[in-house]
């Protein structure tokens, strides 16, 4: 006990819905890593939001060095030499890497004995000082906008370090990063544990605990299952506690047979905002009755790809064949009525108006034709018949049936009604992202027999997923993209998950 | 705890429910009356009477004593044709922030209209309903082309219509003061010379009975138009489109709608609807443009447009209010031995609190939320 | 030439001080249409001031021109509180905010200077009549040829704008106050998290903002027509706000951006009295900076960049 830097006593957060913790107790080591690992929504990020002072606790007390304390905001959490790397960066793009750190404990100096003035050369001194102790690789005068994501997050270690914190949590770090960041930024976490610091690690990627974790606690749906040793538990037991069932890998669909082909797509380039190229020279194709999938670690350019499939993006260059007809230049109605649904990964930026309640949303691809509207006039009741049908077609939850505004619905609900939508359409290619990411089990599975039905029922569908869990399920064929290529074509009978992930990592190049 | 019982009462009020926004406007106009009355109180008047005066001018409540070949009836004829280019202009604002824009420009367009109005047709010699019907046909295309104008210099160049607005409401202004100063001046009075009574949307000094008013041949025009956007935004097509678009663009696009295409229709139709502002404006309230002054109506719109929440009848309901005020104050002045300029003050104030409606509404939601979180959470304990 | 340049400069420089605050909103994160107003109600609180020295002190001109000067900053400041607080306490629309104080500015302006016209001073007047300002030139620098103009008749208040601004861009890039600011209008989460308070800069920014305009105000007062009138609202806070935006939310570039401006006018004026033309055609000339503001707005559009968080209301709890 003398030793436990972090106590957590039947700590308690409850939000409207859920209980988010329920009933948590925990004790961390000075100097150890330790993992706080489970799925998404089983309360990670919430418990250890409670110890950063972003939520108080509803029930249960926190123990920093031996001493009882009250963390009700960052600010205290700080001043407790606590810090924390949220998984979305809190960094001024526009300002340099020093002024970042710096940002509300700016040194400053006198100049003349009058004005007093940020002391940008000694911050500068002191930034470069640890990022030479930890090897964190930054220049202090670059501006955080042209920096890569990886440095970027080492911006942010950086941050905790200026401000002497000596218990580290990382959320999700390795999410947005490539294979080699990950390692680097692992061996940068074993340094920091070396250095003396405490480190939390919140992740739900096994192999990244078993290589730098002491030890793991292992929450599921709000509950402590259990905190063990990683010496000493196999990731095949870590997976199925996290699950909280036995993990099956059984598929549930019958063999591909080959179909003819939908759409193909030509060696599609694409530069974004920034003149990045983020597609790059792309090409593939989806049959009637396949599920394509296109594996990858975010941001190599898939969701681009299917933003330019869909006809949101235009690409720079190439050109994507659908049922034989060049569809390239046509706009997203056209694509639309040429039958193409697309169920986009922002669910609510793209796919939804939040503001508009769920009948219109469940017509949202078809409002401007008959039934719906007729001579330009809108008929409503035509809206309520089709949402009442869908509503209960796919069990879409709701305050007020089909007049819900759907701002007030639940992720998991909002998802299915776009589903439902896209279904509904009697698409000839469905075009999926991430459908099933952040719900719950239940959804997740009732969303992938729907994949999979569309499938059995001659649809070509293509996927683009993070989960290789989802990816290995569902697919007939998997592509793999890295840096925005194609790193591999494989048909899901010849491959095995792990050599999918090697190739997700950009470790193998297939000639 | 101390709280709660104010904290239902505001739920109570101008919480979630029916006609919450309906509730917050007419609170946002109490609110205002009362820091009117503070006013009037610290002038050493009384509001009572302020208020009953206001009303009394603008043709709600009998006066007193009337002129000659005037009565309660002319001075509501008065309060119409003043109101006129309010409804309109207020129309024009909310057209375009349904669809997200910000049209401030608002009275650079009346300006333009009434001016192009007034040159080729104000100062001809057609008789009169088809000089009228000119008018209105100029005002409606002149408006068009200037808000379509900015509609697509906004699309294609991506340029701050905030910015480009106000600074086409610079230029139309002093072209036009240019243009009346060289061409159309008239030396007494300077302004532009009076435009031809054939040409005038307002017939002045008509007799009706035996009273003598100004009648407004737009007036009817004004209601036509409100129902007609109201038809628009609720039933049709393209009014729901356009609503998604100033919801949010990404959706919009999603969805199949053409962004470019809706923003440039709606800046037109909000240019059509300024237009006729202006024309009701310059050749109808007023008879002549006053060189380099852009009219302060098409600021005014604006919050009138938010005191309405955007909504056609609320458009109608907040310009007759706003007027009514504007109106009847030059006869409570005279009353009470008040500046006529606490008119636009109180104006003023009103738009003050009606720009807080989000914030009220805001409020209130979050009351009635930590009201219902209350309950739930002493049922889970 | 000279007054091209004198004029030019007069017209300029209190553009500037008054775009200078706008950036200091806007840098923060609070959209800042309220220029116009609060360079109005400075300039009448300035105008005020003059008045009641005027009537009751033996305080002479200069000193009172100074004290006029830094009662419209004061007052300009605290009428900003209003659109500060709307922004940032009552989270209303900002754009919607500044408008509806420029409609507040001019109604309570015009109806203040009546009543206390009326009832301090016992007149009916619409303004206060201020004394002409002093102008001045520097010895020696003002004989220089051509070049020499910048240092001949030189208003007081043109010093003033220098000092201020120059004080006001070192706050704003070297002090940690000023890191914050920035911060602020760019990732206010960022900001919170080092565990500053976001409103409260905002709001000292916005307050910074109506500080200058009143300044600028009560200098464009002194230069244009030694009065405070509702003439003061003739768009001059619209301009600077133009200005600033082509000057990309910068001092050094704003400054540049309102020598464009008030020199683009004052050489329309010279032209338009050179050529002898009837008076009406100086609105022809006062067009130019609008269009010159439209015309490069439309090329510099794609490629400027306003403040990341401008015009978004900063809600504690969205993360």
Known sequence: ??????????????FPRIVANDDISLSIKKGEIYALLGENGAGKSTLMSVLFGLYEPDEGRIFIRGKEVKITSPREASALNIGMVHQHFKLVSDQSVTENIILGIEPTVKKLGLFSKIDIKGARERIKKLSADFGLDVDPDAKIEDLPVSARQRVEILKMLYRDAEILIFDEPTAVLTPQEIESLLSVIKSLRDGGKTIVLITHKLDEIKKVADRCAILCRGKLVGVYDVDSISTQEMASLMVGYEYSDEVNKEEYTGGESILEVNNITLYNQDKVKVVDNVSFSVHKGEIVSIAGVAGNGQVELADVIAGMLTPSSGTIIYKGNDITDKTIRERTEAKIAYIPEDRQDVGLLLDYDLSVNLALKSYYHEPYCSKGILNPSEFRKNGEMLIKQYDIRSSEGCSTIVRSMSGGNQQKAIIAREISLDADLYIFVQPTRGLDVGAIKNIQERIIALRESGKAVLLISLELEEIMNLSDTIIVMYNGRIQAVKKRSEVTANEIGYYMMGAKHEA | MKHKGYKKAIVRILGPGKAQYLRISLFCIFISLVAGSVLLLLLGKNPLEGYVSILQGAGFIPKARYAGHKSIFTDFMSLVNYTTPMIFASLSFAVAMRCGIF????????LFSGFIASITVGYSSIPAPFAQILVVLIAVVAGAFSGALIGWLKHRFNANEVVISIMFNYIVSYVISFFIQTMFINPTTRQSERVGDNAMLTGVDTMIGDLRMDVSYVFPLAIIAVILIGFMFSKTRIGFELKAVGMNHSASRYAGIRIGRSVIFSMALSGVLAGLAGVSYYLGTFASIQPRVVPSLGFDAIAVALLGNNNPLGCLLASFLVMTISNGTTYMSSRLGVLREIASLITGILLLFSACGGAFKALA????????????????? | ???????????SLPLFIIAIGGIYSERSGITNLALEGLLGFGAFTGGLTAAIIYQFTAIGGTASMYIA???????GMVYAMLHALLCIRFKANQVISGVVINILATALTAFLTNQINASLFGKASNRFVLEVSPRFSIPLLSEIP????FFTSIYPFEIVILAVALIMWYILEKTPYGLRLRAAGDNPQAVDAAGVNVEMIRFSAVMVSGAMSGLGGMCFAYSISSNVSPSIFSGYGYLSIAAFIFGNWKIGPTFWACILFGFARSAGYSLVNVLALPSAYSDLVLTLPYIITVILLLFVSKANKAPKSLGEVYDKGKR
Request: proline letters at 0%; a negative charge; hydrophobic letters at 45%.
């Open chain 3, 1 to 11: 030439m000279n007054s091209i340049i004198i004029d030019g400069l007069s017209f």
């Open chain 2, 103 to 110: 049209n401030i420009n608002i009275s650079g367009m009346m």
């Open chain 3, 69 to 75: 000067l830094f009662a419209a900053l004061i007052g």
């Open chain 1, 1 to 14: 006990m003398a030793d436990d830097i972090v106590v957590l006593d039947h700590i308690t957060k409850r």
């Open chain 2, 365 to 381: 939601d979050k009351y009635k939320e930590e009201l219902d979180n209350e309950i739930d959470g002493g049922e889970s304990k």
């Open chain 3, 146 to 149: 051509v070049l020499g103009a």
